[in-house]
């Protein structure tokens, strides 16, 4: 693998209320549902955004940051995909930020 995407959810206070990270191996319901819904239902396996949002799903989310790293801990560009971008809409999550690059 090239990179490691992680998304990093938090509240009003900046507080950090989940994280989460892709998997290649574990899906779940919601991200099978949002897939979906946006044309792409073979795109099963958990995104990074999805996991954190089911992580944090009951407290008040904020804020999502999601951020792509790669082999040798640089940032690199990274942005919602259609999937998350459904789910964070869902949510209701206004601010979202990501990794640029360097």
Same mark, same amino acid.
């Given at each position: ?27 779940? %319901?919601? $991200? ?9 239902? @073979? ?5 990074? @955004? ?9 407290? $008040? ?5 999601? @951020? ?5 801990? $640089? ?6 995909? %259609? ?20």
């Amino acid at each position: 693998m090239n990179h490691s995407l992680t998304a990093i959810i938090k509240d009003k206070r900046g507080n950090v209320l989940a994280i989460g990270k892709n998997s290649y191996t574990k899906t779940h %319901p919601y $991200q099978a549902k949002c897939a979906k819904e946006v044309g792409l239902p @073979e795109k099963i396996y958990l995104h990074a @955004e999805i996991a954190a949002i089911l992580k944090a799903k009951d407290k $008040q989310i904020h804020r999502i940051h999601i @951020e792509r790293k790669g082999k040798k801990g $640089q940032y690199l560009p990274s942005k919602p995909c %259609p999937i998350c971008q459904e789910a964070i809409k869902a949510f209701g999550i206004q601010i979202i930020s990501y990794t640029t690059g360097n």
